[in-house]
């Protein structure tokens, strides 16, 4: 089944502007940016390399990135003086520090990219420049997740596979041979057109039993032996590894002895096929599954 997007709000509208949370920073705001480090960089890596004992070289380890810290330096030069108080508690305001995550989104060459992250630090010297209104400071954000993503939602949804209702050898064989309709093939095409792997969300709807997702081309499977009703979802995080039925009772304990660990259940950059099984001697057609994700990029 073809996919359709979800395109996430913002309040960019071009290049060179930034937006964390409700602030938007960078071109035709009082925030002026003067350099952006650490947004087109690779993140630091931790290279699990091993060193062969009595020759030259190492036999090659697992590369994994760490967290991405980006530092944005800009200068505040409102148009109204008398708006430099609001401005300046706007932006303390937003750069608070705080315990959860929000969606940082930069637009960069044509290109926004979004990610998440907290605010580390943030540098705003009270110098001559400071009481004059037209301070200059810097903001630090760093990202538990090191990917930037495309700010648009890919979903796609899809039935279970359904019988071809085939020949009618009743009465003997006639022309023209009518195959009757199409069925179902519950399949899946995921496609990232990014360069990195991308976890997706997917969400299975009842009436379903022991449902499962399976790439057709890898042979990874989620499966989990669960009976789902007409308004039950089972909603798979593969990057917080999570299975959660309704949105509040966690499932993960369903997982059958053949699903992979939901980590490890990537759409990697290109195309992934993927094919939605369940108990077939229980089959509804109501049920579905829908797979979420976005295109990923170092």
């Not at 608070?96 to 992250?117: C, D, Y």
């Not at 090191?146 to 019988?163: D, F, H, K, N």
């Not at 980590?263 to 950059?269: L, M, N, R, Y």
Request: net charge negative; hydrophobic share 40%; with cysteine.
């Amino acid at each position: 089944m073809a996919p359709h997007l979800l395109m996430a709000d913002g309040l960019i509208a071009q290049d060179c502007q930034i937006q964390f949370g409700n602030l938007l920073l960078g071109e035709h705001t009082p925030f002026v940016g003067e350099r952006l480090t650490g947004w087109d960089d690779l993140p630091d890596v931790d290279v699990a390399n091993v060193a062969m004992p009595g020759q030259h070289g190492a036999w090659p380890g697992q590369i994994l990135a760490g967290t991405r810290v980006l530092q944005w330096d800009f200068s505040i030069l409102p148009e109204d003086p008398e708006a430099f108080p609001a401005i300046l508690n706007h932006l303390r305001a937003a750069t608070a520090l705080g315990q959860e995550e929000r969606e940082l989104v930069v637009q960069l060459a044509g290109a926004r990219r979004m990610m998440r992250g907290r605010v580390t630090r943030r540098s705003l010297p009270a110098d001559r420049q400071y009481t004059k209104g037209e301070p200059s400071g810097s903001i630090v954000w760093e990202c538990s997740d090191p990917r930037r993503y495309s700010v648009t939602e890919i979903r796609a949804r899809v039935g279970l596979p359904e019988s071809e209702p085939g020949l009618d050898w009743g009465g003997g064989l006639e022309w023209a041979l009518d195959w009757g309709p199409a069925g179902s093939t519950g399949s899946v095409n995921a496609t990232n057109a990014g360069d990195a792997p991308a976890h997706p969300i997917v969400e299975f709807r009842g009436p379903v039993v022991r449902p499962s997702l399976v790439q057709t081309g890898s042979g990874l499977v989620l499966e989990y032996d669960i009976t789902l009703a007409e308004r039950d979802t089972l909603t798979v995080d593969c990057a917080a590894g999570t299975v959660v039925l309704n949105g509040s009772a966690s499932r993960l304990h369903t997982a059958t002895r053949v699903s992979k660990p939901e980590q490890a259940f990537t759409v990697e950059p290109g195309s992934t096929p993927m094919a939605f099984r369940a108990d077939m001697a229980a089959y509804d057609p109501r049920a579905s599954v829908t797979v979420r994700w976005r295109h990923a990029y170092w």
